[in-house]
């Protein structure tokens, strides 16, 4: 074989030869572990590396005190703006569909000539329903359930209309299907309206107590990570002093300033802020919740009182009973319990007296129904009708002189929930951009103070 012509090479020798590390593959990492050794063996080395985890350590404290109680000042802001209006908003649909279905009987018992008030009453209410209903299907995305009642209203709304224009019609006729007609909107707003409407006010309110949870959880990360900072500047400058003998570093020192204002201001802040959301929700949003079931209870009450002179006994119980006088008596019950807990829930005088107030004109309405009924009873149809609807001395009286005191009540109540929530969200506010920005100076601190120890040795 010719000596310029070289032999291939075999596929092992190949691979062999790819296989080998190349000359300072790995010295890289190597020689940087080893200078990293060799400089903790220094006091210079010893510390660059001791400045470099107190500053990450102070920037970690001050990113996740940022993250955290930015998390929780957006949720007290939902509270705020968001779930407690939507929550609201949602009760106050249901009082507008359950105060037209009392309306509508009402103005159906007066006869053939509708009084005005009472049909501009009952068009107000639907045009409040519609109104918020709109409302919330915009501002309740991401709820499955608020959105297919929102949907479930929209679709039985009409119809309930409907049928009460037909009730309407026939009634200025003098056809007793009006009474049918009225009857037949009734079961339908109790059936499927009111029941949407309460689970989307449930919805809508457990939405709120989710809101209320995540802005009241402590921010745990930040408080461990801020005390490890403070636990390592400490160290540090007592290290420092042990070694040099001298009391302070300016540096180090401004950064456990920086870090302790921080501190302070995030275990403050977040305390404040937990004390005035769990008053507004213990003396505002409970009481509302209360006061609007009270006030739902009276609403069907009175619509259930106006049936009872509507059915004239053909509608029965399982027992024999009036349907619908049964139902008032289970509502007057619920309304009597509810104004209650709203007094022991009220705290101060001017959310109890106007709950007192009212359940003084309950008891009057109770008394007046009861002699309507006697009247009813007897054979007096007429003198029984105005009893219930006249406009002194009746059951209707007392339900208005109720509805006002509850709609004061819950007026109040509202002031008191924006009031201390408010309150809740602003002890928040400046928390995350401070909290970051202190940080920040803090970790320079701390590069400074560490600086000036490594120029000693230079």
């Not at 080998?20 to 890289?28: E, I, V, Y």
């Not at 809101?211 to 745990?220: G, I, L, S």
């Amino acid at each position: 074989m010719s000596p310029n012509v070289r032999e291939p090479e075999t596929r092992e020798s190949a691979a062999g030869s790819a296989a080998q590390p190349r000359p300072g593959a790995h010295r890289g990492w190597a020689g940087a572990r080893e200078r990293l050794r060799a400089a903790a063996t220094t006091e210079p080395g010893r510390l660059w590396i001791i400045g470099t985890v107190v500053a990450v350590l102070v920037v970690a404290f001050g990113a996740v005190t940022a993250w955290e109680v930015s998390d929780r000042a957006a949720a007290a802001d939902d509270v705020v703006n968001r779930s407690q209006p939507l929550s609201a908003d949602a009760a106050s649909i249901y009082r507008s569909l359950a105060d037209a279905d009392t309306a509508a009987a009402s103005g159906f018992l007066a006869g053939g000539q509708e009084p005005l008030d009472v049909r501009k009453r009952y068009d107000t209410d639907i045009t409040t329903a519609s109104r918020l209903l709109v409302k919330a299907a915009a501002n309740t995305t991401g709820s499955a359930e608020s959105a297919q009642q929102i949907a479930t209203l929209n679709e039985q709304l009409p119809l309930y209309n409907g049928l009460i224009e037909q009730a309407r019609a026939n009634n200025r006729q003098g056809f007793p299907v009006g009474g049918a007609y009225l009857r037949f909107a009734n079961q339908k707003m109790s059936a499927s309206l009111l029941p949407a409407a309460q689970k989307l006010y449930e919805a809508e309110t457990g939405r709120l107590y989710d809101d209320y949870d995540q802005a009241d959880t402590w921010p745990y990360a930040a408080t461990v990570l801020g005390l490890v900072a403070l636990g390592g500047l400490v160290w540090v400058q007592r290290r420092n002093y042990l070694r040099t003998n001298r009391v302070f570093n300016h540096g180090l020192l401004a950064a456990t300033a920086a870090s302790t204002v921080v501190m302070l201001w995030l275990v403050v802040g977040h305390a404040v802020a937990s004390s005035d959301l769990s008053a507004s929700r213990a003396h505002g949003q409970e009481s509302l919740k209360v006061l609007n079931d009270a006030r739902i209870s009276s609403l069907q009450a009175r619509a259930n009182e106006n049936l009872t002179l509507v059915a004239r006994g053909a509608v029965l119980t399982s027992d024999g009973k009036d349907q619908y006088e049964a139902q008032f008596a289970q509502d007057m019950t619920t309304l009597n319990d509810k104004l209650g807990t709203a007094r022991n829930l009220a705290d101060d005088a001017a959310g109890r007296t106007p709950v007192t107030q009212a359940k003084a004109d309950m008891d009057a309405w109770q008394q007046r129904h009861t002699a309507a009924r006697k009247t009813d009873d007897s054979g007096d149809y007429d003198g029984a009708l105005t009893q219930v609807l006249a406009a002194k001395g009746s059951t209707g009286e007392c339900f208005d002189k109720v509805d006002e005191q509850l709609d004061a009540a819950i007026a109040h109540e509202q002031r008191q929930f924006t009031s201390a929530a408010s309150d809740g969200r602003g002890a928040l506010t400046g928390l995350p951009v401070g909290a970051a920005v202190l940080a920040v100076l803090a970790a320079a601190g701390a590069g400074v103070g560490v600086s000036r120890r490594l120029a000693e040795y230079r």
